[in-house]
């Protein structure tokens, strides 16, 4: 009995019906700015965000699994959009997605409203091929990503959702849950 419990599990998982069952808790992100976040995760500390966020804009917020595979990370810029521009954005960000990886597969794009607030939603699988030349060999770099823009007090604010595609299946609904509790 207990080989079948553990190979139904393992089946489970492995076919990607697997879902997390985090409890979520109110996180204050910004001055104003919310979400609901799995309790399971933390902020990330500068020595993970130095990692994984190689620019000088570090974000506003950034926050990650326990095995720190999937990340929550929320930006802002001052790019002068105003609240009408969302269809605008909405293609302009789209562009700006397909120049950064070698491939991307869009699962959802749209505008949609969230707790009375428009935001542009795009959730999709990008592949960014090795470098070729390089003398080290390296693997293909496969993410699942769902993302979302608003405009808000004149700023452009960036909710970003990433994981590994292999583990879509069992974040997808958390990333849809972290974004649909978006309250500014």
Not at 67 to 90: E, I, K, Y
């Amino acid at each position: 009995m207990k080989a079948l419990l553990l190979c139904s599990t393992i089946l489970l998982t492995v076919t990607g019906f697997y879902q997390h069952k985090d409890k979520y808790v109110k996180t204050e992100v910004a001055e104003g700015i919310t979400l609901q976040l799995p309790e399971s995760f933390t902020a990330m500390t500068e020595s993970l965000l130095s990692q994984k966020y190689l620019s000088g804009r570090r974000p506003l917020a950034a926050y990650t699994s326990p095995d720190q595979q999937a990340d929550l990370a929320v930006n802002t810029s001052n790019a002068r959009w105003q609240a009408d521009d969302l269809p605008m954005l909405q293609n302009f960000y789209k562009a700006n997605i397909e120049s950064l990886y070698d491939e991307v597969k869009f699962l959802k794009e749209g505008i949609e409203k969230i707790n009375g607030k428009d935001f542009v939603l795009f959730a999709f699988v990008s592949l960014v091929l090795p470098e070729e030349g390089t003398l080290t060999m390296q693997q293909p770099v496969r993410k699942y990503t769902y993302i979302a823009y608003t405009i808000h007090k004149g700023k452009t604010y960036v909710f970003n959702f990433t994981a590994p595609a292999q583990q879509q299946a069992q974040w997808q609904v958390t990333a849809e849950t972290i974004v649909n509790s978006i309250k500014l």
